[in-house]
T-cell receptor, first 114, second 114 residues
């Protein structure tokens, strides 16, 4: 079962920041928070991940609370092409651990509107 | 382009038949994961291979099998196909970085069973 809770849907105006929340209150100390998105029937796309520090890359920023029980993905200037289902996933590190797969929940369906 | 290559992109076959889906991971990636996404369903983990060895199994039917070859490419074999096996099948591979191993997905193989 997914270990995260996300709102099923959100709307955002084009050009505005999209803030997508995620609760992961049972996260373990060595588990990372990963964000992926899936644009209609395409392969899931990696966005960003972090352990406890805030992270930023060319796509988004990830803000993780100090207690690590929740996080927020920020798309700073949403465009219509950002309309997708966004998945927040927690997983342990290491490439060869059993159980290291990504477990997808329902995600948040983000609709960016003109 | 994630660097993960899946073939074929589309496949239509009849019930009772057998098909093989092929995945070439990113160069150097030792892990390969397979996922299934049925219409209006979430992404379901099927199986994980690491350097030729099975590491984890998810909701994979007994009619399905997979393997990873010495050159690290992987195949997912689906037999005795049923209408309900119609789905998108994704392959993913993972790369190690200083902050964990990120999983990258291919664009999927659309399987339609008629």
């Amino acid at each position: 079962d997914a270990k995260t809770t996300q709102p099923p849907s959100m709307d955002c105006a084009e050009g505005r920041a999209a803030n997508l929340p995620c609760n992961h209150s049972t996260i373990s100390g060595n588990e990372y928070v990963y964000w992926y998105r899936q644009i209609h029937s395409q392969g899931p796309q990696y966005i960003i991940h972090g352990l406890k520090n805030n992270e930023t890359n060319e796509m988004a920023s990830l803000i993780i609370t100090e207690d690590r029980k929740s996080s927020t993905l920020i798309l700073p200037h949403a465009t219509l092409r950002d309309t997708a289902v966004y998945y927040c996933i927690v997983r342990p590190p290491g490439p060869n651990n059993a159980g290291n797969m990504l477990t997808f929940g329902g995600g948040t369906r983000l609709m960016v509107k003109p | 382009d994630s660097g993960v290559t899946q073939t074929p992109k589309h496949l239509i076959t009849a019930t009772g038949q057998r098909v093989t889906l092929r995945c070439s991971p990113r160069s150097g990636d030792l892990s390969v994961y397979w996922y299934q996404q049925s219409l209006d369903q979430g992404l379901q983990f099927l199986i994980h291979y690491y350097n030729g060895e099975e590491r984890a199994k998810g909701n994979i039917l007994e009619r399905f099998s997979a393997q990873q070859f010495p050159d690290l490419h992987s195949e997912l074999n689906l037999s005795s196909l049923e209408l309900g096996d119609s789905a998108l099948y994704f392959c993913a591979s993972s790369v190690m970085s200083a902050s964990g191993n990120t999983i990258y997905f291919g664009e999927g193989s659309w399987l339609t069973v008629v």
